[in-house]
Every structure is written in structure tokens, then in C-alpha cells.
């Protein structure tokens, strides 16, 4: 879960409210992060994308608004909820009613953006990457290094270069890819993101 840049004041009454510091539109570049599912369900079966029967591979986790020098703004307005309509049309690729009102709430408020445009912008996002073949239906465990990770989307994606991705990984498996977009989602350079240090990762099987 990314930290937030939105602070609370107390009242008098002692209610706890959120001032705003940060104004929508004011960052420097998207980041897409593709959660992968399988090793995400291991630590929490319980999760919408990880009951029901069904089986996922990479999904998208956020687009989430960052600074340059680090971090991104959260949290920026008073949105209204969501229309249900909007949250069904995220489902197939954002397996988790929960999760795409957080990730509205606490990111899609500092895109500048209409919760439409805002959920339109990750679709076309997502739907712009090829998942490498090897990560699309893995049925057995097997082990790589983040720059084959790496390697495998360049292939896969010939717009996407070294410095546009960042691999994460988790007790070293395989837990994200993230991929840096400008804010008409053309991959950037990635200027402050923290990578994963292990040789050898592993990717878990989906089952």
C-alpha cells in the first residue's frame, strides 16, 4: 500500500478531517502496476480475485500519479463513489470491487481526471501491453532473474525499453511489474522506483 501525503486536523468537536495539500493533476508521471496474482492469493486467499474459481495472472493493481523525486500525492478530493457500472466495467482486468474504490479514492482523485476518463486511462493502459507468453497461463513454478523478467515484456512489447520497467518481487517471488507512463500514457523513463535486489526470483504457478 503506497503512504499518503494527505494529513488530518482535529476539530474542536474532535473530529479527525482530511485537509488536501495536494492538487489534483500536480505530478510528473503515471505509474501502471500489473500485480501478480498468483503470488498475491498465497498470502491472501480470502481476496475477492482469489475465491470464486477463478484464476488470474497479472492484474492491474493501480495507476498511480508520482513525483519525480519520489513518492505521489493520495488522496486529493471529496470524490463522490463510484457508479457501479463504472466498477463493472474494471473487474476483468481489476478483480476486486474493494480494491478499485481505494485505488480511485486514494489515486484516481490526484489524476485530474473524471472517475470515466480516470478508469478509461487504466483500461487503455493495460490493454496497450503484451504479457509475454510465458507469464500468460504458467502452470508449474519456475525461476528466473528480474532482468529476464525484464527481457521477456521488451519482447513482448517492443515500445518498452530497461529503464521504462521495474520488476518487484516479494521473499524473492515474483509480486509486480510496473511499467512508467507519461501522463498520455507513452512509457517513460522510470526516475524513482525501488526495484527488485534478488539474482534468482520465482514465479508461483496459477492454479
Given amino acids: 500500500m503506497k503512504r499518503g501525503i494527505c494529513c488530518l486536523v482535529l476539530l474542536l468537536s474532535g473530529t479527525l478531517v482530511p485537509i ?57 478530493s471529496h470524490a463522490p463513489g463510484l457508479d457501479p457500472a463504472e466498477i463493472g466495467r474494471m473487474l476483468a482486468i481489476m478483480p476486486d470491487r474493494q480494491l478499485i474504490e481505494h485505488e480511485w479514492q486514494a489515486h484516481g482523485t490526484c489524476s485530474g481526471l473524471s472517475a470515466t476518463d480516470y478508469f478509461k486511462s487504466i483500461r487503455s493502459a493495460f490493454a496497450s501491453v503484451r504479457i509475454p507468453p510465458r507469464f500468460l497461463n504458467p502452470r508449474a513454478q519456475f525461476a528466473v532473474s528480474p532482468f529476464d523478467v525484464k527481457k521477456s515484456f521488451e519482447e513482448s512489447n517492443p ?21 512508467c507512463l507519461s501522463k498520455d500514457l ?22
Fill in 159 to 179: 515500445n518498452l525499453n530497461d529503464a521504462e520497467l521495474a520488476i518487484g518481487c516479494r521473499k524473492s517471488y515474483l509480486s509486480a511489474v510496473s511499467i
Fill in 20 to 76: 488536501f495539500a495536494q492538487k489534483p493533476g500536480a505530478f510528473d508521471y503515471y505509474t501502471l502496476n500489473l500485480s501478480w496474482s498468483p503470488e498475491f492469493c498465497y498470502s491472501n486467499p480470502s481476496r475477492a480475485e482469489c475465491s470464486g474459481g477463478h484464476s488470474y495472472g497479472f492484474i492491474v493493481h493501480g495507476l498511480w500519479p508520482e513525483f519525480r523525486n519520489g513518492g505521489g500525492p493520495e488522496y486529493c
Fill in 186 to 207: 507513452h512509457p517513460v523513463a522510470c526516475p524513482a522506483i525501488q526495484e527488485c535486489k534478488a539474482r534468482i526470483i520465482r514465479v508461483a504457478p496459477r492454479r
